[in-house]
């Protein structure tokens, strides 16, 4: 079956601190992949998405990456944390077609 | 460009009685539809969705939804609400770029409580 892991659960960090969340697949091949963030009492954001290892598209223009070294893996990543950085990080994949999205659990993350 | 509409930021509702949740989408094409709930500090789950045929769709959990193109609309339905079901629920519409696979665009979310 269809499987998304998604890690850490929590995190807190520093301003101007790095980050790295990653996020893997299981159980299917070639899947599109996205970032979404969810800041508090408000609705999902799409940040980053991939159609395939090493293509990544960016929706708006932030602090953040996004690179998708396998095919599976598709990581979120900043050099310098920035408060407004904090919220919820969800990731997701789909198969091809008309396939829906499957979230991850998520990641919550607090730069203080 | 596409969007979802969710009028009801918060919606409290007794426990047993119907709910319906309200969601309006702008797409010019035949939109692909969906419903997800998400739980406290959790993943989104998915609860429906619509591509075509019928337009009353069957879900987990009990819920429904109805995709009515001539209101742009696609509500959610429960006949009976449960404690469990208090949660956040996100409508979204699926755009079919080629570029961006089968990229989601959600609405701002409705937080339904429900009273014992």
């Known amino acids: 079956s269809q499987t998304i892991h998604q890690w850490p659960a929590t995190l807190v960090q520093p301003v101007g601190s790095p980050l790295s969340l990653e996020c893997t697949v299981e159980?299917?091949?070639?899947?599109?992949l996205y970032w979404y963030r969810q800041a508090a009492g408000r609705g999902l954001q799409l940040l980053f998405y991939?159609?395939?290892?090493?293509?990544i598209s960016s929706e708006v223009p932030q602090n953040l990456s996004a690179s998708r070294p396998q095919d599976r893996q598709f990581i979120l990543s900043s050099k310098k944390l920035l408060l407004s950085d904090s919220g919820f990080y969800l990731c997701?994949?789909?198969?091809?077609?008309?396939?829906?999205?499957?979230f991850g659990n998520g990641t919550r993350l607090t730069v203080t | 460009a596409q969007s979802v509409t969710q009028p009801d930021i918060h919606i409290t509702v007794s426990e047993g009685a119907s709910l319906e949740l309200r969601c309006n989408y702008s797409?010019?094409?035949?939109?692909?539809l969906f419903w997800y709930v998400q739980s406290p500090g959790q993943g989104l789950q998915l609860l429906l969705k619509?591509?075509?045929?019928?337009?009353l769709v069957q879900g987990i959990k009990g819920f429904e939804a109805e995709f009515k193109r001539s209101q742009s609309s696609f509500n959610l339905r429960k006949p009976s609400v449960h404690w469990s079901d208090a949660a956040e629920y996100f409508c979204?519409?699926?755009?079919?770029?080629?570029?961006?696979?089968?990229?989601?665009?959600f609405g701002g979310g409705t937080r339904l409580m429900v009273k014992p």
């Open positions: 159980g299917t091949s070639n899947p599109n």
């Open positions: 997701a994949f789909a198969g091809q077609g008309s396939s829906p999205l499957h």
């Open positions: 797409y010019g094409a035949t939109p692909y």
């Open positions: 979204a519409v699926r755009i079919m770029n080629n570029n961006a696979g089968n990229m989601l665009t």
């Open positions: 619509y591509f075509s045929g019928d337009t």
């Open positions: 991939s159609v395939g290892i090493g293509q």
